[in-house]
């Protein structure tokens, strides 16, 4: 069966720290991926996405992700964290064709400390 | 994106009761999706609602339990029968724009006591 496994559930950082979150999924065929957001007290948005092309994405807020078809891998990166990204992330793919089942990953939450 | 309300954004239901929670979108989409967040867990995928046609259900969740009207493009309402503390969870609607980008509500945040 599909699934989508993240690798950390609780990350803990202080400002200005790196962050990279992994995110690793089981379908052999062609995918698209997601990245979400959800901060305390708000609803899921999406932070970025990929369908096909290059395989290094920009989001909003700084975020970006790599997809590595052969680690079927999409980590998310952000170079420095601040207060503010303090959320619970999601990383949910998506067969390409597909009728519209997004498959979640457990989710990250991302405690950043000022 | 998409403009995605929700009705209720929370409830406390006894059990055995029914609550049917309405998803409002600014504009008309072909796909509307339902998903369950129950506590601590990730979102999983209920049903699939085309306007003018029966939800497509997911495995372990059927129609007599959890079911939907799509009456219109920009209006869906899911139902959660005869409630058990079981079906606390937030409840979400989305929708899909920009090919199969999905773009989700606030949210019902349902306790079942």
């Known amino acids: 069966a599909q699934s989508v496994s993240q690798h950390n559930h609780h990350v803990i950082l202080s400002e200005a720290a790196s962050l990279e979150l992994g995110c690793n999924y089981s379908y052999g065929g062609t995918v698209n991926l997601f990245w979400y957001v959800q901060y305390p007290g708000q609803h899921l948005q999406l ?56 498959i979640f990953g457990q989710g990250t939450t991302l405690q950043v400390k000022p | 994106s998409a403009v995605i309300s929700q009705k209720p954004s929370r409830d406390i239901c006894q059990r055995g009761t029914s609550l049917t ?21 990730s979102l999983t995928l209920i049903a699939t609602a085309n306007q ?24 869906s309402t899911l139902t959660v029968s005869n409630m058990s503390p079981e079906d ?7 929708v899909r724009r920009g090919g199969e980008t999905q773009y989700f ?9």
């Not at chain 1, 207060?83 to 997004?102: H, M, R």
């Not at chain 2, 606390?88 to 609607?93: A, E, F, K, P, Q």
């Not at chain 2, 509500?105 to 006591?113: E, M, N, S």
């Open chain 1, 47 to 102: 932070l970025l996405k990929y369908f096909s092309g290059d395989p290094l994405v920009k989001g909003i807020k700084g975020f970006e992700a790599e997809f590595i078809k052969s680690k079927f891998s999409f980590n998310l990166r952000k170079p420095s964290v601040q207060w503010s990204d303090t959320a619970e992330y999601f990383c949910a793919v998506t067969p390409s064709g597909n009728t519209g089942k997004l």
């Open chain 2, 21 to 41: 929670i309405q998803c409002q979108v600014d504009s008309q989409v072909t796909m509307m999706f339902w998903y369950r967040q129950q506590p601590g867990q």
């Open chain 2, 52 to 75: 003018g046609s029966e939800a497509t259900y997911e495995s372990g969740f059927v129609i007599d339990k959890f079911p939907i009207s799509r009456p219109n493009l920009t209006f």
């Open chain 2, 88 to 94: 606390s969870s937030i409840y979400l609607c989305s």
């Open chain 2, 105 to 113: 509500g606030p949210g019902t945040r349902l306790l079942v006591l």
